[in-house]
């Protein structure tokens, strides 16, 4: 008898509650879902969200560490300081939300280790072996580059003209078969993009985002000049997190970052690093007020003493939007 099999069997005999955890969204696409179908609830768990991510921080006390420092032989002392919130979302940024990172010394050394081993692991046990990839090289720059592309429209033919230009051999089919692998391990996510006016969504091309940041960085390092796209990432989780379903906007051929909706609830959200001109402002505010609806429209961004609202437009600094 199998697994599956041997779980439907204890629901039918009424043994209990069976909890099941899986690490890829293949799970209930098994044998499973048809067995005990109609007897389920699934129940998605995502890394910490910031809020979380500063509980787990003061519970451990060391908010004083500077992870931006190499790993020392001896772990500083904890301490019993509350986060400061600008220096924590710095750190989120960097490191993610995944739990195991509060449980190791905090500094980049050690984090950037410990994620890169998770993500190898995921890679390896749970796509690479499990899918039976040969060309283990193409899938890794495959997952290099949709690490590098965060928060850009990525397509197909997008990727594999690159690869022909670096003189990289593969096909749009095998890209898009490996990128199913891997959305199905749960590195990534993707939103689709809807047509505002016609209320449609469009084909075939999706913005990609992480499910973690942090196991990015422990692949190709922290970059300050990715902070706008690591920004729309995070604003995407949380939004995920909080229940919504998200759609990338397009508007006489403008983008909206997001339409995030659920139930009979709808908001349009812009996500930028700073608001340091008109042309930014013009920009950011304007595409929002190009939707003529009464929905809620957002911009949100690193920007802490801008204007709470502008032309019945609200903005957010993005720590406070986290902390909501």
């Not at 990525?154 to 749009?172: E, G, L, N």
């Amino acid at each position: 008898m199998g697994w599956e099999r041997a779980v439907a069997s204890f629901l039918a005999d009424g043994l209990g509650d069976v909890i099941i955890s899986g690490s890829n969204a293949g799970l209930l696409s098994s044998e499973l879902a048809t067995l005990i179908s109609g007897r389920y609830v699934e129940i998605p768990v995502y890394p910490l969200t910031f809020r979380e991510f500063l509980t787990f921080r003061k519970n451990k006390g060391d908010t004083k560490d500077n992870a931006d420092q190499p790993a020392s032989p001896q772990p500083k002392p904890e301490t019993n300081n509350l986060p400061d919130t600008e220096a924590e979302f710095k750190n989120y940024l960097r490191y993610g939300g995944l739990p195991g990172i509060h449980q190791l010394p905090f500094n980049q050394e050690v984090l950037f280790s410990y994620l890169n081993s998770i993500l190898n692991t995921v890679l390896y046990k749970d796509v690479i072996t499990r899918h039976k990839i040969r060309d283990v090289s193409i899938f890794d720059k495959l997952v290099r580059y949709l690490f590098d592309n965060v928060g850009n429209i990525t397509t197909a033919k997008k990727i594999a003209d690159y690869f022909k230009s670096q003189r990289i051999r593969t096909s749009v089919d095998t890209i898009l078969n490996y990128i199913s692998y891997i959305e199905a391990s749960l590195l990534v996510d993707k939103a689709r993009r809807y047509d505002i006016k016609g209320k449609r969504l469009l084909e075939f091309s999706d913005k990609v985002f992480l499910n973690d940041v942090g196991l990015r960085h422990g692949l190709i390092g922290y970059r300050e000049r990715d902070i706008n796209g690591l920004l729309e990432n995070i604003v995407f989780k949380e939004l995920h997190a909080r229940g919504y379903k998200i759609s990338v906007g397009v508007i006489d051929q403008i983008e909206i970052d997001f339409i995030a909706e659920k139930q009979n609830e709808k908001k349009y959200v812009q996500v930028c690093y700073g608001l340091g001109s008109e042309t930014v402002i013009a920009r950011e505010f304007g595409n929002l007020e190009k939707i003529r609806d009464n929905y809620e429209k957002l911009v949100v961004s690193m920007d802490r003493f801008f204007p709470n609202e502008r032309n019945g437009i609200l903005h957010r600094y993005i720590i406070d939007f986290l902390m909501e």
